[in-house]
């Protein structure tokens, strides 16, 4: 009986494949059905049953998983020659239920429409856009800098614990529900992840566990990205898969936020993306540009940047590989590079907010 059930769950996966090829194809029912559907009441209960937690619940199943697999396969090894045929349908078995869960508890919304068709942005942009938004950037940033240090070549230090700040990020989504009203979020499921120092020698600082939909922020980044990070795993609980769409929500989510720290930290983040374009379509204008960046700023960026240059890790290309293409698997044709296109969603955001504010 056990034999026959793992069978059927075996030859279950490839329909579950071609059925997920074949849902990618209607992005809007996708958006209609799960993503604004059922996916919205899976999320919140998972987060209302686990967001409790002290720990991350994700976290501790991945380690039991991983032990648990380990001994399989140590156990299992010589069936491999003996009882090839059983072995493979366990295998499959198992990966026929994991692909599943994936898909329906989050992975669906890999195939939503991209999110500048609902916002009714543009997809690309001009250098010119890319300066004016870049210039409204720096002002902002420039003037939030020194409104907390009083003096433009001091870094800023942000004065809360992490458990403070988990705390205070559902307030900028609050304040974007007016114009967003799906990004409403509650109950509160954030967690640093015990695996902070792997995932740091990885070259990430956040993940969002699919299964259990707890957003997971690498505990040992520098301080002052912790609300950006937060904000971005946030974005990936609300249904945003795309990395570009999860930092531009988060990004919203921090400058739309009553606290300064916050705002500071979505400005400078969006400020950085924006810099780094231009560096790359004009390295003259660069410097023109980075030059009115207040200094205490390029030091929190410096800052930001020496610890992840002493977390190298010689495997790091390799992780960032492996999810590149994970991310290509999953509709994101750009794989890890889709997250600089976060550039074009602010670009066109913002700059289609300057041009009405010139209107009036």
């Known amino acids: 009986m056990q034999r026959t059930i793992k069978k059927r769950l075996a030859l279950l996966l490839i329909p579950q494949f071609f059925l997920v090829k074949l849902l990618s194809l209607f992005p809007e029912f996708i958006e209609q059905y799960y993503s604004n559907g059922i996916y919205p009441y899976i999320s919140k209960v998972l987060r209302f049953t686990l967001g409790w937690l002290p720990f991350s619940f994700g976290d501790v199943i991945y380690t039991i998983s991983i032990i648990y697999i ?5 156990i299992n090894r010589r069936r491999l ?11 499959f078995a198992a990966i026929s239920v994991i692909y599943f869960a994936f898909h329906f508890f989050w992975g669906l919304n890999y195939y939503r429409p991209p999110l500048h068709k609902n916002l009714n942005l543009e997809a690309n942009y001009s250098t010119e856009q890319l300066v004016r ?46 114009t967003f009203p799906n990004l409403d979020y509650k109950p509160r499921s954030l967690k640093k992840s015990i695996y902070s120092i792997p995932l740091t020698y990885m070259g990430f600082s956040g993940y969002l566990n699919p299964l259990t939909n707890e ?27 795309a990395e570009n769409e999860a930092n531009f929500i988060g990004c919203l989510a921090a400058i ?3 606290n300064i720290y916050f705002k500071y930290a ?11 374009e231009i560096y790359f379509r004009d390295e003259c204008l660069y410097e023109d540009m980075v030059a009115h960046v207040d200094k205490g700023i390029i030091k929190n960026y410096k800052e930001v940047r020496a610890f992840w240059e002493a977390h190298e890790n010689p495997a790091e290309p390799f992780f960032k590989v492996f999810y590149g293409n994970f991310l290509k698997v999953n509709k994101q044709s750009k794989g890890m590079e889709s997250y600089s296109y976060v550039v074009a969603l602010l670009t066109n955001y913002f700059d289609e907010s300057l041009g009405k504010v010139k209107k009036h």
């Open 70 to 74: 380990i001994r399989w396969f140590f």
């Open 81 to 91: 020659r003996k009882d090839t045929r059983n072995w493979f349908i366990d295998v």
């Open 133 to 178: 938004v870049t210039q409204m950037l720096t002002e902002k940033a420039n003037a939030v800098h020194m409104e907390i240090t009083r003096n433009d070549t001091v870094k800023v230090t942000m004065p809360f614990s992490e458990s403070q700040i988990f705390k205070m990020v559902p307030e900028g989504y609050h304040n974007l529900t007016g």
């Open 215 to 241: 957003a997971q922020v690498d505990g040992i980044i520098p301080r002052f990205i912790f609300p950006t990070t937060a904000s971005h795993e946030v974005a990936h609980q609300l249904g945003y898969a």
């Open 256 to 258: 739309n936020h009553d």
């Open 266 to 276: 979505g400005y400078t983040f969006a400020l950085r993306f924006c810099l780094n």
